[in-house]
């Protein structure tokens, strides 16, 4: 399985680079630059790593990602200074403010996020970033579907199966947002028909399910008590069964967020009481967690660490 650049340790951890090598040395070097020559040094490692990630647009979503949660705000307003005509500053820039909006709940930059986005596309038009960041932001507003539509039009003639564009509307369109159950299965039954074997979205539906299932155990109640029933119903089975035929063969999964779907299988797996094949999938993951989902039971390294030691010993 090609992931890109695994490390050889396999104690538990949790890198939100997954296994992006270049991407989680410049995270661990991103601390607050105490100098303006430090802070030149911080901003020419993210141009660098983002400049290189070239055409590929499933590393460069990954990279952008990874850098908008661990820059702060003042890395991203500084290149953007220094750079005033990059594109790939503006579209980190308005990540951040994505970022950072979501933390604190403030909407006060999102008009100028916007902004920033639009500045972005023309810029560069091929680029289906910044079209994922709006999608975010309009996402974040609440606004009604007709403007979400056209934007995600433009991530999907740009690139078709960009795993972040389709979980920003997999959530949008959950019952917690702008949704329903019906309209994020409906969603999920068109991408598993037509996206292509081993797609940087193959891992939706699972999310999905995964996201039902917490959504049930929330309830408290007798439901809760049923929610591992999911498990054993037609679509759930069906989708654990294709993953974990599929998923560890060398060479399936390829995208920048592969371990991150793997995560998501060893998760339903063990929830599904499928233990066997969930210890296949935490041995392929190497000791990489993830947030989600195994921070919806407590501390997530805590939680990875436990089933890790468990089941692998």
């Not at 090609?2 to 991407?23: K, T």
């Not at 500045?119 to 403007?147: I, M």
């Not at 392929?284 to 939680?303: K, Y």
């Amino acid at each position: 399985m090609p992931f890109f650049g695994r490390r050889r340790s396999n104690a538990p951890r949790l890198p939100p680079e997954l296994d992006d090598i270049a991407v989680g040395n410049a995270r661990r070097r991103l601390t607050a630059p105490s100098s303006p020559a430090q802070l030149d040094l911080a901003v020419a490692l993210v141009e660098d790593l983002v400049h290189d990630a070239g055409h590929d647009w499933d590393r460069r979503t990954h990279r952008l990602a990874v850098l908008a949660e661990a820059a702060g705000q003042g890395l991203p307003h500084a290149w953007r200074r220094r750079r005033p005509g990059s594109q790939d500053a503006l579209v980190l820039h308005a990540w951040s403010d994505l970022v950072h909006a979501r933390r604190d709940g403030s909407a006060g930059r999102l008009t100028t996020a916007i902004d920033t986005c639009n500045r972005a596309a023309e810029l560069r038009p091929a680029d289906p970033v910044p079209w994922v960041v709006l999608l975010g932001l309009l996402r974040l507003q609440g606004r009604p579907a007709t403007d979400l539509r056209p934007v995600w039009w433009e991530i999907k003639d740009r690139d078709p199966w960009n795993r972040e564009g389709h979980l920003q509307l997999l959530g949008y369109l959950s019952p917690e947002e702008c949704g329903s159950s019906a309209k994020s299965m409906d969603f999920i039954e068109e991408v598993r028909a037509t996206a292509p074997v081993g797609s940087p979205v193959c891992g939706l539906e699972l999310v999905a399910l995964v996201e039902r299932y917490q959504r049930t155990m929330s309830k408290g109640g007798l439901e809760a008590l049923g929610a591992n029933f999911l498990w054993t119903q037609q679509q759930a089975a069906r989708a654990l069964d294709h993953a974990v035929a599929g998923w560890l063969q060398p060479g399936f999964l390829c995208h920048a967020a592969a371990l991150a779907d793997l995560n998501m299988l060893a998760y339903a797996l063990i929830r599904a009481d499928r233990l066997t094949e969930a210890a296949d999938v935490l041995r392929a993951l190497g000791g990489v967690a993830t947030a989600r989902p195994w921070g919806w039971d407590g501390d997530p390294l805590e939680r990875f660490s436990h089933w890790h030691t468990r089941l692998l010993g």
